[in-house]
């Protein structure tokens, strides 16, 4: 494969997972969601989106970055992308814990981890190529703003 098609395929799986990911949080946006008191800094929900789809674009952009070095760098891609995979999983189970469960507390305990994860990953992606773990800095911002949400607005409605 290419430098591109393995960019796209990563972009598309990204992509997908919010896709899919966004289901459990789509209903909730309607129903649950707007029975909370949040913050005065919650964003309207419009925001989320658009910034969701642009964080993974990049995400999969930087993941097809380290990928494309993997004849080069055989053991430490592996590494990497296993990183990827396990903060893109905790990434979709967020959605689940915090809109399909109206978990906050829960959800709070695992964006915790994720932070961590995506921290990881930035390290190791920075190692292989700059340009991959710089796409990885908005990602790290919004999802410690995202921690910080999550923190009042389970703190709001304990």
């Known amino acids: 494969m290419n430098k591109i098609t393995r960019i796209l395929a990563v972009v598309v799986t990204c992509l997908a997972i919010g896709y899919f990911s966004g289901t459990v949080t789509r209903s909730a946006i309607t129903t649950w969601y707007p029975t909370l008191i949040k913050p005065s800094f919650n964003p309207p929900n419009w925001i989320f989106a658009p910034v969701w789809s642009m964080l993974y674009v990049m995400m999969g952009v ?23 995979a396990i903060q893109l999983a905790l990434n979709a189970l967020w ?64």
């Open 62 to 84: 930087a993941a097809g970055l380290v990928w494309d070095r993997i004849e080069v760098e055989k053991e430490a891609v592996k590494k990497a992308l296993i990183f990827f």
């Open 95 to 158: 959605s689940y814990l915090f809109f399909g469960l109206h978990n906050p507390m829960l959800a709070g305990l695992e964006i915790i981890v994720l932070w961590l994860m995506i921290f990881e990953t930035y390290i190791q992606f920075s190692k292989i190529n700059k340009i991959a773990g710089y796409l990885f800095i908005p990602y790290l911002a919004w999802v410690s703003f995202a921690a910080v949400l999550n923190g009042s607005i389970w703190w709001l409605n304990r």
